[in-house]
C-alpha cells in the first residue's frame, strides 16, 4: 500500500518568513495530493491540493508542487502570519482507482509562527 | 452549508467498556470514512462507506470495532471492548462521491479516553 513520509516533523519561523514542508510518497499509481490544517480541538481543513497532471498550484500566499518522477510534493507558505501556526499534514491517494480514494496521510508538521 | 457533525465531543471510559460515536455528513454526500488518529500521527483510515454499503474496512479491527451507516447518511462506530490503544481522536469525513470528487470534508472529531 502507499506510504507517505513528511518532514521536519516541526517547523518554527518568525512572521514574515516562509515555511516549507516536504512530503514523500511510495505509489506511482497515487494521482491525488491534497494538504490539510489541523487546529488544536479541530479537524482537519482542506487548504490546498493538487492533481498529478499539474506541476504547481497556488492560491493567494499557499502554493505546491509536485514532482511525479522523484514522488515528491511540498507545500509552502509565504508571509507566515501567527494564525498559520496549526499542524499540517499531506496526504496522497489514487483518486478514482481500486483503493476508492482512501487517503494515507503524513505524520504531520508542527509549525508554530513567531510574532 | 452545514458541515459534518459529530458527537460527543469528548469521551473517558474504563478499558473493557463500550463507547460509541455517531456521524452526520454533508447533506448529499454518498461517501462517509472514519479516521483514527492518535496524538502526534496523522489520521488512520478505519472504514469508508459509499452510501450504505462498506467499500473498505481493511484497518478497522473487526474484532472490536463495527460500524454502520443504515440508511446511508448518518453513521454510528462502536467500540466495544474498548482497550488502553484505543485512545485517540476519531474523525468522520464525508465526500460528495469519491468516485466524481475526492475532496473530504472533516468533523471536530470525538476525543476518546480509555482509563
Known amino acids: 500500500g502507499e506510504n507517505v513520509e513528511q518532514h521536519p516533523s516541526t517547523l518554527s519561523v518568525q512572521e514574515g518568513d516562509s515555511a516549507v514542508i516536504k512530503c514523500t510518497y511510495s505509489?506511482?499509481?497515487?494521482?491525488?495530493f491534497p494538504w490539510y490544517k489541523q487546529e488544536l480541538g479541530k479537524g482537519p481543513q482542506l487548504i490546498i491540493d493538487?492533481?498529478?497532471?499539474?506541476g504547481e498550484k497556488k492560491d493567494q500566499r499557499i502554493a505546491v508542487t509536485l514532482n511525479k518522477t522523484a514522488k515528491h510534493f511540498s507545500l509552502h507558505i509565504t508571509e507566515t502570519q501567527p494564525e498559520d501556526s496549526a499542524v499540517y499534514f499531506c496526504?496522497?491517494?489514487?483518486?478514482?482507482?481500486?483503493?476508492?480514494?482512501?487517503?494515507?496521510f503524513g505524520q504531520g508538521t508542527i509549525l508554530t509562527v513567531h510574532p | 452549508e452545514a458541515g459534518v457533525a459529530q458527537s460527543p465531543r469528548y469521551k473517558i471510559i474504563e478499558k473493557r467498556q463500550s463507547v460509541a460515536f455517531w456521524c452526520n455528513p454533508i447533506?448529499?454526500?454518498?461517501?462517509l470514512y472514519w479516521y483514527q488518529q492518535i496524538l502526534g500521527q496523522g489520521p488512520k483510515l478505519l472504514i469508508q462507506?459509499?452510501?450504505?454499503?462498506?467499500?473498505?474496512d481493511s484497518q478497522l479491527p473487526k474484532d472490536r470495532f463495527s460500524a454502520e451507516r443504515l440508511k446511508g447518511v448518518d453513521s454510528t462506530l462502536k467500540i466495544q471492548p474498548a482497550k488502553l490503544e484505543d485512545s485517540a481522536v476519531y474523525l468522520c469525513?464525508?465526500?460528495?462521491?469519491?468516485?466524481?470528487?475526492?475532496?473530504?470534508?472533516f468533523g471536530p472529531g470525538t476525543r476518546l479516553l480509555v482509563l
Open positions: 469525513a464525508s465526500s460528495f462521491d469519491w468516485g466524481v470528487s475526492e475532496t473530504q470534508y
Open positions: 505509489d506511482s499509481a497515487s494521482n491525488y
Open positions: 493538487i492533481r498529478s497532471n499539474v
Open positions: 496526504a496522497a491517494s489514487n483518486a478514482g482507482g481500486t483503493s476508492y480514494g482512501k487517503l494515507t
Open positions: 447533506s448529499g454526500h454518498a461517501t
Open positions: 462507506f459509499q452510501n450504505n454499503g462498506v467499500v473498505d
